[in-house]
């Protein structure tokens, strides 16, 4: 089934001619805490650059020259600011490009959504760094949290209102956050939503939505899921054991 929508439904959609200069994204290259970044920036049509941490000596060499507030990445070069803290890019982000609803009501549901589905992708992203005799239950852990805590949450609240999106009737940060913990979930239990014809019908939808479309297509800068290598890159980079 082909789905078409209006201008309208996509307010956060902007021509690039209109940006001064181009975010730069500094990271590790892999998904990590920043990829929903990097969903929402292609959601809403925004090209950026990535600068890749590849050692450890690289890290610190940015917390030295005091280009980590926190001392820590993901870091984003944005509008003459250099921000950290995942949460409060993403936040910049969606209010930048008319993704965080339009008035403080819609908001506060979008927050409340996006921290539910950050509760569930904090699993997702940890599972690859789980001992292997621990991984049977993660995962265990991740399929009955999603199908008994979260999925159920948007499923109805998708039904109840009707409408294409989470809150308001168009894209928000929300939805682009929701499409991506689905995939995620997806690529370990790939029937996880079986159960959920809402959800079904919100991932074909939102998977059509020309930007995002875009962003799910081979080379684009999406990442793919952690493997061996991006595991052992991680714990040397931030010397972990």
């Known amino acids: 089934m082909r789905y078409l929508f209006s201008a309208s439904y996509f307010p956060g959609i902007q021509k690039l001619s209109s940006m001064s200069g181009k975010p730069r994204l500094t990271y590790i290259n892999g998904r990590g805490r920043m990829e929903p970044v990097r969903w929402l920036l292609a959601a809403a049509g925004v090209e950026f650059e990535e600068n890749f941490v590849e050692t450890k000596e690289q890290l610190e060499k940015l917390i030295k020259g005091g280009d980590l507030l926190f001392q820590q990445v993901p870091m984003v070069e944005i509008d003459g600011m250099k921000m950290v803290q995942t949460r409060a890019i993403l936040s910049y982000i969606a209010g930048k490009y008319n993704l965080y609803g339009k008035d ?100 074909t939808k939102m998977s059509n939505v020309p930007t995002i479309k875009k962003f799910l297509q081979p080379g684009s800068a999406r990442k793919p899921p952690p493997d061996e290598n991006y595991v052992a890159l991680v714990m040397s980079i931030f010397n972990l054991s």
Not at 120 to 138: D, G, H, I, S, Y
Not at 172 to 198: M, R, T
Request: hydrophobic fraction near 50%; avoid cysteine; charge should be negative.
């Open 104 to 203: 403080l009501k819609e908001r506060a549901l979008i927050d409340m959504y996006v921290e539910g589905i950050t509760d569930l992708m904090q699993m997702v992203m940890m599972f690859p760094f789980t001992p292997a005799e621990a991984k049977a239950k993660n995962l265990a852990s991740i399929e009955e949290k999603a199908t008994k805590r979260y999925f159920p949450v948007f499923e109805k609240i998708l039904k109840q209102h009707g409408q294409d999106f989470l809150v308001g009737n168009r894209l928000s940060w929300a939805d682009v956050q929701l499409l991506e913990a689905i995939l995620a979930v997806e690529e370990k239990v790939p029937a996880v939503l079986s159960g959920f014809p809402q959800l079904q019908a919100f991932k």
